[in-house]
T-cell receptor
Framework: DARVTQTPRHKVTEMGQEVTMRCQPI?????VFWYRQTMMQGLELLAY????????DSGMPKDRFSAEMPDATLATLKIQPSEPRDSAVYFC??????????????FGQGTRLTVV | QKEVEQNSGPLSVPEGAIASLNCTYS??????FFWYRQYSGKSPELIMS????GDKEDGRFTAQLNKASQYVSLLIRDSQPSDSATYLC???????????FGAGTRLFVKA
């Protein structure tokens, strides 16, 4: 059953604490996205990677957010320090891009983050 | 101007009617277009993709693309209450895989 797996599913933390969200992309996919979804802003692209290299992280607040892919089976999104305005659902998605042959983005179930 | 724009709705249609969802995009060289459905509290799931001008049909769904007008739409025929969800339009740029989403249109199908 190929799917994108995100952990944790829910996270409640106090302002100022570090938050780490993890994503296991579908095996064989070479592109990983991080999106943030809120009622006000919709689904915003924070960053994406191809073959573990960051291609675009312009949507991510650099002072507190960082995204990495330590290996092909793990992507992480870290917030340090967290703020109440970071409360949102964070989605990871993966796909395979190879020139003209590519797949759509498949989404994980999301991490619902609440910062109090 | 946002890169991908959708009417936020809600769009309300009676059961059995045709629901029409619209999307415009700003990047003229965009090549790939997608419609995702998202139920409340769930993750987006792909329902249609379209890459060339014209219509593409899949069951009750028809996607329409007009690159000259930078416009993509989704028609849902014989709408069912189970179609009630938020529909997200997504656009992928050329030369890469960057996929940008619109804010979504909420659809309600009344039984």
């Amino acid at each position: 059953d190929a799917r994108v797996t995100q952990t944790p599913r829910h996270k409640v933390t106090e302002m100022g604490q570090e938050v780490t969200m993890r994503c296991q992309p579908i095996l064989g996919h070479n592109t990983v996205f991080w999106y943030r979804q809120t009622m006000m802003q919709g689904l915003e692209l924070l960053a994406y990677f191809r073959n573990r290299a960051p291609l675009d992280d312009s949507g991510m607040p650099k002072d507190r957010f960082s995204a990495e892919m330590p290996d092909a089976t793990l992507a992480t999104l870290k917030i340090q320090p967290s703020e109440p305005r970071d409360s949102a659902v964070y989605f990871c998605a993966s796909g395979h891009y190879l020139g003209r042959m590519n797949t759509e983005a498949f989404f994980g179930q999301g991490t619902r983050l609440t910062v109090v | 101007q946002k890169e991908v724009e959708q009417n936020s709705g809600p769009l309300s249609v009676p059961e059995g009617a045709i629901a029409s969802l619209n999307c415009t995009y700003s990047d003229r060289v965009s090549q790939s277009f997608f419609w995702y459905r998202q139920y409340s509290g769930k993750s987006p799931e792909l329902i249609m993709s379209i890459y060339s001008n014209g219509d593409k049909e899949d069951g009750r769904f028809t996607a329409q693309l007009n690159k000259a007008s930078q416009y993509v739409s989704l028609l849902i025929r014989d709408s069912q209450p189970s179609d009630s969800a938020t529909y997200l339009c997504a656009v992928r740029n050329t030369g890469g895989f960057k996929t940008i989403f619109g804010a979504g249109t909420r659809l309600f199908v009344k039984a």
